[in-house]
């Protein structure tokens, strides 16, 4: 089982960046791909943007697409999130999720070990 903990989040002010990391450990063999989701009180979680093992694969939810970038750097057991022009509603608790059979990427259900999260808040 792959272990995964996140880190980066923090408060910015609309238009800033921040970029998260996810660590993994443990069974970091894979293939996992791997994904970020956010959640805000009282909702499910929300994909955002996922990578294949080898990075061949990228997609992105529709709310973030040319504001956030997805990478992973294997070699490290690393996943990233960068993200650029942040907005209010991008406030959420952020997620890294890994996953070895993903038919819905944006399905939580799908993925097999989960971080704690790593909070995000952007005031306007």
């Known amino acids: 089982q792959v272990q995964l903990v996140e880190s980066g989040g923090g408060s910015v002010q609309a238009g800033g960046s921040l970029r998260l990391s996810c660590a993994a450990s443990?069974?970091?063999?894979?293939?996992?791909?791997k994904a970020w989701f956010r959640q805000t009180a009282g909702k499910e979680p929300e994909f955002v943007a996922g990578i294949s093992q080898k990075g061949r694969e990228i997609y992105y939810a529709d709310s973030v697409k040319g504001r956030f970038t997805v990478s992973r750097d294997n070699a490290k057991s690393m996943l990233y999130l960068q993200m650029n022009n942040l907005r209010p509603e991008d406030t959420a608790v952020y997620y890294c999720a890994a996953g070895q059979i993903l038919t819905d990427w944006t399905k939580p259900s799908e993925y097999d070990a989960w971080g704690r999260g790593t909070r995000v808040t952007v005031s306007s």
């Open positions: 443990g069974d970091t063999i894979g293939p996992y791909g």
